[in-house]
């Protein structure tokens, strides 16, 4: 079983329903196992800020998928949520990337592994480093705690639901 760390976003509509559909479709994929997810972030938007805030979280999984083959799940799942893609960084229903698959380093005119923007955003960092605080970028085995202290604009991500025990569904539990 290969180890990988997707993160999870949306900011139209029901964000938080949003989230839970999607772990639900990752869930019931037959060849992914959900293994802990971080708590709920809000986070300010990045590179097009005309648009509402986003809730954010990091899942980590275990799958005997290929990477291709995760991110192809993962694009039928956007499309199944109704992901449209209009305007780079824009507003959407739900954004699944890959941040981390084992320790491999992937450049393929489809995938980059670990994804290329990782380091420079606190949104993903921190609920990263949430469930795995000791995780290493690949190739160098730069911790990635020492990506996060170089970035001083972390006040737009904001605890929106604290994580409530080890169960991934536990963050839907009324």
Same mark, same amino acid.
């Given at each position: 079983?290969?180890?990988?760390?997707?993160?999870?976003?949306?900011?139209?509509?029901?964000?938080?329903?949003?989230?839970?559909?999607?772990?639900?479709?990752?869930?019931?994929?037959?060849?992914?196992?959900?293994?802990?997810?971080?708590?709920?972030?809000?986070?300010?938007?990045?590179?097009?800020?005309?648009?509402?805030?986003?809730?954010?979280? #990091?899942?980590?999984?275990?799958?005997?998928?290929?990477?291709?083959?995760?991110?192809?799940?993962?694009?039928?799942?956007?499309?199944?949520?109704?992901?449209?893609?209009?305007?780079?960084?824009?507003?959407? #229903?739900?954004?699944?990337?890959?941040?981390?698959?084992?320790?491999?380093?992937?450049?393929?005119?489809?995938?980059?592994?670990?994804?290329?923007?990782?380091?420079?955003?606190?949104?993903?960092?921190?609920?990263?480093?949430?469930?795995?605080?000791?995780?290493?970028?690949?190739?160098?085995?730069?911790?990635?705690?020492?990506?996060?202290?170089?970035?001083?604009?972390?006040?737009? #991500?904001?605890?929106?639901?604290?994580?409530?025990?080890?169960?991934?569904?536990?963050?839907?539990?009324?």
């Amino acid at each position: 079983m290969n180890r990988a760390f997707l993160a999870i976003g949306t900011n139209i509509g029901d964000r938080y329903q949003n989230i839970g559909d999607c772990l639900t479709l990752l869930h019931e994929h037959p060849h992914i196992d959900l293994v802990q997810a971080s708590s709920i972030y809000e986070t300010d938007p990045v590179g097009y800020t005309e648009q509402d805030p986003f809730l954010n979280m #990091v899942i980590e999984i275990k799958t005997a998928l290929t990477p291709v083959e995760l991110l192809d799940s993962c694009l039928e799942i956007e499309h199944s949520l109704g992901r449209k893609r209009i305007i780079r960084w824009g507003p959407r #229903v739900i954004d699944l990337d890959i941040l981390l698959y084992n320790q491999e380093n992937i450049e393929t005119d489809r995938l980059f592994v670990p994804h290329p923007r990782m380091q420079e955003r606190a949104f993903v960092l921190i609920p990263l480093l949430e469930i795995s605080p000791d995780e290493k970028l690949p190739r160098t085995n730069q911790p990635l705690r020492n990506c996060l202290d170089k970035i001083s604009d972390r006040e737009g #991500v904001r605890i929106w639901k604290q994580k409530n025990g080890e169960d991934v569904f536990a963050l839907f539990a009324n």
